[in-house]
């Protein structure tokens, strides 16, 4: 480690390195589905297109290795930010053009892969900066660091969103159409200027961060680094159960995940509880993301208490049943804030206490071995890509059968989860494995 890495503190980098993380990976998978549905497009096609976002975060084991391979970690975070915050800039010009949906996608499924590989190297800037000591240090302000970028980008813009539309632009909120260009344009506007000032900021403060022992020289030796690492993995006991555990124990969150906020905004002669995008952001952007912290904490405190393996079936029931909240709400129709927002954070508690119990399962039972940070990204990809594929038909599901019947689908949909739960094999001692080192939470 060079002197001026020694004299940098990690709280100059490590708590704006995880926030801009965050920033980008909420504002391209969360946060365009609410401005997909601003613009008038419907259910179906708002969350199909804010899904596929989701795609390169789901595969980026598959080119991390080759991340490894040239110049330095730093290199890539920050050419990966002043990408971001140019990209964001451009859609705010791009949605000055007539037909302008088009280019839209093709800059965020570009950005999506560059945000994948941001999150890849600032990882490893991470491990590969600080000793054992200093990552369990830390490890607190990484992951809350990283839940404020939510907090900013679903609940702080989405919020100034619909004040910018109704009080600076003066349009309707209760209709959703082109009008909503003007508010979202500088909306991105300042999310790409917030991302090239942590560009600048990171260049100063964040260290090279050193090269893994089992970095690939060429290409050729990435691929077989993959192979193996690949060939590893269906290798270990279990792990088509676990695999299945990875893919189901999130599935009903997942068809909850982008239909929760469009039924906030939609009107109630639709199903929807007629929210405000300023609304929107209070109760499900600040409260809901505020109780998922609290949730996680004491989630974390539950498991360390009585293990894991005594506690799994009850974290699943935690993150599944109080789905139920929806389908109250659905039948109901609330009006009162209170109501709504009690509603919301339940669930998002919950979510919170439970969701824990999947990054210490992978992180002590599939983790384990020869490439035990490959298999784990292996694992929280497969969880990823049952986000992809719920997220893609959820909207398309929810249009064809209301709000109402949708919800009762969302409850049917956490059996799969019960079942995969109950039968997730438990290969390694817990008691013996060592799961610290860094995690981030994932948003829900």
């Keep these: 480690m060079s002197t001026f890495e020694r004299k940098v503190s990690p709280l100059l980098w490590v708590p704006t390195g995880y926030f801009t993380m965050a920033l980008g990976y909420v504002m391209l998978t969360t946060v365009t589905a609410i401005m997909f549905k601003n613009l008038g497009m419907d259910n179906g096609k708002a969350a199909q297109y804010s899904s596929i976002l989701i795609l390169a975060y789901t595969i980026k084991p598959l080119f991390a290795p080759f991340v490894e391979m040239y110049r330095t970690k730093k290199f890539f975070v920050l050419c990966a930010q002043v990408l971001i915050g140019l990209g964001f800039a451009g859609v705010g010009l791009l949605m000055a053009l007539p037909n302008y949906m088009a280019f839209l996608m093709v800059v965020f499924f570009l950005l999506s892969f560059v945000g994948a590989t941001q999150d890849i190297a600032s990882d490893g800037v991470y491990v590969t900066s600080l000793d054992a000591r200093a990552q369990s240090l830390y490890c607190g302000i ?42 979202w344009r500088i909306i991105f506007f300042l999310v790409g200027g917030l991302t090239l000032v942590m560009a600048a900021w990171h260049a100063r403060t964040m260290p090279d961060g050193a090269r893994a022992e089992n970095t690939p020289t060429s290409v050729a030796e990435g691929g077989r680094i993959l192979l193996d690492a690949f060939v590893t993995l269906f290798q270990k006991p279990g792990v088509w159960r676990m695999l299945a555990f990875a893919f189901l124990f999130r599935l009903s969150v997942g068809f909850l995940e982008k239909i929760g906020p469009f039924f906030m905004v939609d009107p ?26 609290l949730g996680s904490l004491l989630g974390g405190w539950f498991v360390a208490r009585r293990g894991l393996k005594a506690t799994l079936f009850i974290l ?126 994932v948003p829900a």
């Design 268 to 293: 109630v002669s639709k199903g929807g509880l007629g929210l405000s995008n300023e609304l929107l952001g209070i109760v499900y952007g600040t409260w809901g993301l505020a109780a998922v912290l």
């Design 142 to 183: 990484q992951s809350l660091s990283w839940n404020v970028g939510p907090i900013v980008a679903a609940g702080g813009m989405v919020y100034l969103s619909g004040r910018l539309h109704t009080e600076v632009f003066h349009h309707d909120a209760t209709v959703f159409g082109p009008q909503w260009i003007d508010s």
């Design 316 to 441: 699943c029931c935690a993150i599944n049943i109080p789905n139920v909240t929806f389908l109250l709400m659905s039948v109901y129709l609330p009006t009162n804030l209170v109501v709504i927002g009690a509603g919301v954070v339940i669930e998002k508690f919950f979510f919170g206490f439970g969701a824990v119990g999947f990054m210490i399962y992978l992180m002590q039972q599939l983790a384990p071995g020869k490439y035990t940070t490959t298999h784990y990204a292996f694992g929280t990809g497969v969880m990823g890509l049952c986000g992809l594929v719920t997220g893609v038909i959820s909207g398309h599901l929810q249009e064809a059968m209301g709000y109402v019947s949708y919800f009762v689908f969302v409850m049917v949909a956490t059996i799969p989860s019960f079942i995969a739960t109950w039968t997730a094999p438990f290969p390694h001692d817990e008691a013996l494995d060592d799961a610290s080192g860094p995690a981030k939470a």
